[in-house]
């Protein structure tokens, strides 16, 4: 059953992603890619294995009475889903910030930025590595502290229509939507698609805080976010290891 979850997620993913390239104001940033590699198949397909033990361990520990979760439904809700959002944003901020370091790169990350930023499913073509790294982290907040059944529901929701939108290569929101302040502050899909293009930059996910105050936000997103035409991102030849954090 889980197995079976974990593979509905990504063809959730995907068909997310094809209905966003459809929206009236969807805007390419990046060029079309190319055909599906076998490599990238076979990433999908490992991330897909990992998440599935992730999920079982979860359950475990669950069972264990190490994870515990509620099934009150009520306005606490809404704040634990806010510091889910937030807790993992930090720690996904930092995860990203040190796989993107000189001496890692090359041997986690760099699997992830060969492929073209415009495919739903390039979201799931991670290293091994990263999968568990992610899926550790996930299990280590929910252990800290019982969090409600619908926050974590939510939270699984916006993690995919995050992770999906900013694997599109596209920008879907139309101008008076990325115009509105809440999105100087809230990660919209151009930002993740900048980080592809140049790796230095848009380690966030969720939000630009962590990018704004440690001065790793790209320089024109702004310009980029707020324009009624996004300009392009020029397509340059992948390095295995020019974009990292020094």
Do not use: C
Request: hydrophobic share 50%; net charge neutral; proline share 7%.
């Amino acid at each position: 059953m889980a197995l079976l979850e974990n593979i509905l997620l990504v063809g959730l993913g995907a068909l997310l992603g094809h209905a966003a390239f459809r929206l009236p104001a969807a805007q390419r940033l990046t060029p079309e890619p190319g055909p599906v590699s076998a490599q990238e198949l076979a990433l999908v397909a490992s991330t897909t294995v990992v998440n599935t033990a992730i999920t079982v361990t979860g359950w475990w520990l669950w069972k264990a009475d190490v994870i515990i979760l509620r099934t009150d439904l009520d306005l606490g809700t809404i704040a634990e889903l806010v510091v889910l959002i937030m807790t993992m944003d930090v720690l996904m901020y930092a995860g990203h910030a040190t796989v993107h370091l000189r001496v890692l790169f090359p041997w986690v990350h760099r699997l992830h930025h060969v492929f073209a930023d415009a495919r739903p499913i390039t979201l799931f073509a991670l290293h091994p590595l990263e999968a568990i790294g992610f899926g550790a982290m996930w299990l280590i907040v929910l252990a800290v502290h019982p969090f409600s059944v619908w926050a974590l529901a939510a939270y699984t929701a916006l993690n995919l229509i995050f992770g999906i939108l900013g694997h599109l290569g596209v920008e879907p929101l139309p101008p008076p939507v990325r115009r509105n302040v809440i999105f100087r502050w809230i990660a919209t899909p151009t930002m993740h698609v900048g980080h592809h293009a140049d790796p230095r930059y848009n380690l966030g996910f969720y939000t630009t805080v962590w990018d704004r105050l440690f001065g790793t936000l790209e320089p024109d997103y702004d310009i980029r976010r707020t324009a009624a035409v996004p300009e392009p991102y020029r397509s340059e030849p992948r390095q295995s290891s020019a974009g990292s954090i020094r």
